[in-house]
């Protein structure tokens, strides 16, 4: 097959280093951080609700690894949990021989043993371990990816290939696994399937390899799905499916410097997206549209002469001392928009649950006020201080990296790229900052120390 020739020929005999991480500065985070990431309570990007949420079977483990079904499954809920390096490093070798035994290897053993190792690889940061491997493993994933032959090896496949992605730090697998990953999402039968061959797509994309065309692609393929609510790829109202375009188009988006000419045609997409009935399929619509208005805005140059706007008096107005330049319109009929996303932030119909009211009553109070003020990144506060009368400012989303220091999520973009993250790595991201560059670099450090 022509994917497994061009796969021996980039990945054999050789290691790989991505364009990305020849590119990246190393952030001084992954150096300091030692301990486990956790959530305040205030952050939302875990607690989404999602009316259409995939089946999900991550915390099922066979009895063949029983060893690790409480501690793999409790690291991956961010619990703090200690395993001797050799016991997962030799459950890592024995599922790779598993992998890449396809001659004593049944479909479910297959699924089995690709569950288990991503499972492994979320939870610990194993570069070193898989990549002599890769000549063998990822042809096995291809197979198990074309092959289709269960949904749950298939998913199983997908879910490997994209810790794998971000894993390996390799400048090569994009290019072996677009092809099929995108035959995936055209034709197979499964709306599962289809969705989790979007997300190993988009973070291919984005981890592993593609060039901003590329990227630019991949792009406008999720956009004709949110476009079509699906039926350009045979899942019409599959609210996953379209779930997952619009989360992926937001990870990409967030690598492409200038989006001036792709914002008109997505803005469109993503404002009818806010009529849907699905609570997530509106609410990653409108983090896409938080994120298309935060970056109409730069900095402004040096020599630069512009005139000032009625931010002047707003923290997030100015990056590191340097002024926020509005660059472009982003949207034509603004007025309408903030009307709806009014709506959406103060929503009462019973049709919906309480819980997904919650949960678009907090997104869409961020939204709106972002698309109000662009420099404002979400669950930015305007709370005054009661003796003073002084303005707090600032992101209230944190993420406790250690004991010692906080990583803001103040910016659209680095709430799309923790989402991805935390849908690839799961509470296994809590290992990854501080070992793999490839995570800590993507959400480079920007907090405070205790």
């Not at 050799?86 to 004593?104: G, Y």
């Not at 677009?178 to 190993?200: M, N, P, V």
């Amino acid at each position: 097959m022509r994917e497994r020739a061009l796969l021996k020929q980039a990945l054999e005999g050789k290691k790989t280093t991505s364009r990305k991480a020849r590119e990246r500065v190393a952030s001084g985070a992954s150096s300091k951080a030692n301990s486990a990431i956790n959530s305040p309570a205030h952050s939302r990007a875990t607690s989404r609700t999602r009316s259409h949420q995939v089946s999900d079977d991550d915390d099922y483990l066979s009895d063949e690894t029983a060893w690790s079904t409480n501690s793999i499954d409790e690291i991956l809920n961010g619990d703090d949990v200690e395993i001797p390096e050799d016991a997962w490093k030799s459950e890592l070798s024995a599922r790779i021989e598993q992998i890449t035994n396809l001659k004593r290897s049944s479909t479910e053993g297959r699924a089995e043993s690709l569950h288990a190792f991503a499972h492994v690889l979320m939870a610990r940061y194993a570069r070193d371990d898989i990549e002599p491997h890769v000549s063998e493993l990822l042809p096995s994933i291809l197979k198990s990816i074309r092959q289709e032959a269960t949904a749950r090896e298939t998913i199983t496949a997908l879910k490997a290939l994209a810790v794998v992605a971000v894993t390996l730090d390799s400048d090569t697998v994009y290019d072996v696994f677009a092809e099929q990953l995108k035959r995936s999402i055209q034709s197979s039968e499964s709306a599962d399937i289809k969705t989790y061959a979007i997300h190993a797509l988009g973070i291919t994309a984005f981890f592993a390899g593609a060039g901003d065309d590329e990227i630019l692609d991949v792009m406008a393929l999720f956009l004709e799905i949110v476009e079509s609510d699906g039926a350009s790829i045979e899942a019409q109202d599959e609210g996953n499916v379209v779930i997952a375009a619009l989360e992926n188009w937001g990870l990409l988006a967030t690598e492409i410097e200038d989006l001036e000419e792709e914002t008109e045609q997505a803005m469109d997409a993503f404002v009818e997206q806010l009529e849907s009935a699905d609570a997530g399929v509106q609410i990653a619509a409108g983090e896409n549209i938080a994120l298309l208005y935060e970056k109409s805005y730069t900095i402004q140059e040096a020599d630069e002469e512009v005139e000032d706007e009625d931010d002047s008096d707003d923290p997030e107005a100015t990056k590191d001392g340097d002024k926020m330049v509005k660059r472009y319109q982003v949207y034509r009929r603004q007025d309408q928009l903030l009307h709806t996303l009014d709506g959406l932030a103060n929503v009462s119909t019973h049709r919906i649950s309480k819980k997904d009211r919650k949960t678009l009553h907090a997104s869409f109070a961020d939204i709106k006020n972002s698309v109000e003020k662009p420099t404002r990144g979400p669950a930015y506060s305007t709370a005054i201080d009661q003796e003073s009368g002084r303005v707090y400012g600032g992101g209230r989303m944190k993420v406790r990296i250690s004991k010692q220091l906080e990583l803001r999520i103040d910016k659209w973009w680095k709430l799309q790229r923790l989402n991805a993250l935390r849908r690839t790595l799961k509470g296994g991201l809590i290992h990854h900052y501080s070992q793999n560059n490839i995570v800590s670099t993507a959400l480079p450090y920007s907090g405070r120390r205790y």
